[in-house]
């Protein structure tokens, strides 16, 4: 497994971060994803401003407990932030009801402001819950949870080998570039440019393919079967029960608010 994909403490650039050992790092894998997707099932079915602000200081909280790098995080949710500025922007004024202010001839409405509050909080919160609570866990660990949780096998297939392989394809890549570059190639905005990238791409896929085929022979000499065996034995331990239930009761006093 390549080493700087086994854990989310990663920099943009593929280098391996530190990432010191926290509360959350203790508890139960399982319990985790299942923690993680019921808080996002909540805070996305929620409208009431109240619960996404509880929402998003709530991950704030998980991401101190879970000793995040700061800055490292804040530019992972300002990447996220930056393909919604968009849609936020235009939001109020595209939505029909009352007219706020008018921004060249054009009405911005406060439904439509209230919308686009309402999907940064949203998107905010449940990616902080997820980098703090499933992204400081290593990707094998992932997958191993997920099939401990009953996912289908070919989904946590995918995973693991996406997450196995995806630094071989970078390097395939990495190897034909270095080879275009050896031959005087410089990338243009002309013609021969595109065909180049196009060729180099299809190439990958090729290659990529080829070595699927190759992979999967090998597997099946070895014996398999469309099935990966669990050696780990995943147990509850005593903090496991209790985030468990203070879990479900902040999960509880949540939806009961939206229904205030």
């Not at 009352?98 to 054009?106: C, D, I, P, R, T």
């Not at 243009?188 to 896929?205: E, F, K």
């Amino acid at each position: 497994m390549p080493q700087f994909l086994e854990h989310s403490g990663t920099s943009w650039k593929g280098q391996r971060l530190k990432h010191e050992q926290s509360l959350i790092d203790s508890l139960d894998p399982r319990l985790r994803v299942v923690a993680a997707f019921l808080f996002a099932l909540v805070v996305v079915s929620s409208e009431q401003f109240l619960v996404l602000l509880i929402g998003l200081a709530t991950s704030l909280l998980l991401a101190r407990l879970a000793k995040l790098n700061f800055k490292r995080t804040l530019r992972r949710v300002i990447a996220m932030d930056m393909f919604m500025i968009f849609l936020i922007i235009m939001l109020p004024f595209t939505t029909p009801g009352e007219v706020l202010f008018s921004v060249a001839g054009l009405p911005a409405s406060k439904e439509g402001l209230l919308h686009a509050s309402k999907i940064a909080l949203k998107a905010n919160a449940v990616v902080l819950c997820l980098l703090s609570v499933v992204g400081t866990m290593s990707a094998t660990t992932l997958g191993y949870s997920m099939a401990r949780l009953r996912v289908p096998d070919k989904l946590v297939h995918l995973l693991l080998f996406t997450v196995r392989y995806l630094d071989v394809i970078g390097q395939e890549y990495k190897r034909m570039r270095r080879a275009m570059q050896a031959r005087a190639f410089v990338l243009r905005t002309d013609r021969h440019t595109w065909r180049s990238i196009g060729y180099l791409i299809g190439m990958l896929l090729v290659h990529s393919l080829e070595r699927s085929e190759r992979i999967a022979d090998a597997m099946k000499c070895r014996g398999y079967n469309g099935r990966f065996y669990l050696m780990d034995e995943m147990v509850l331990a005593r903090q496991d029960y209790t985030f468990m239930v203070m879990g479900a009761l902040f999960l509880a006093a949540l939806t009961g608010l939206n229904f205030l």
